[in-house]
């Protein structure tokens, strides 16, 4: 665990640092060797600088999480209509009516409903 903890610290780039002509260095070790750095503002952390590559192979397993997480959940709302399918349905007219209105108290209601 140490050794991740030293690596961490050796990624945490002062802002300043930038400023201070270590940038090319900076960016060098971020595009050859790979290297992401943890920047810090006011001792504060608010960027990563990672490699474009990087950032290319995380945003196509962000992409791919997507597209699964959308299967996901379709396969989800599939088995909640199939649950559903033989179940007792009521109209939406009974269900106004069970709840003490008419259908004309609605239409009227909505009229007076400005959407903006």
Do not use: C, H, W
């Not at 999480?65 to 349905?89: D, F, G, P, Q, Y």
């Amino acid at each position: 665990m140490s050794a991740t903890l030293l690596d961490l610290t050796e990624r945490l780039v002062p802002i300043s640092d930038f400023s201070q002509g270590k940038a090319g260095k900076i960016f060098n070790d971020v595009a050859e060797n790979n290297n992401e750095y943890i920047v810090l503002k006011n001792n504060q952390p608010t960027a990563v600088l990672i490699s474009v590559n990087e950032y290319r192979d995380t945003q196509e397993k962000v992409a791919m999480l997507e597209k699964l997480l959308e299967k996901i959940e379709n396969m989800r709302l599939l088995k909640l209509a199939e649950s559903r399918v033989n179940s007792n349905t009521t109209s939406f007219e009974s269900f106004v009516n069970e709840e003490g209105y008419s259908m004309e108290e609605l239409e009227k209601l909505s009229e007076s409903v400005e959407f903006e």
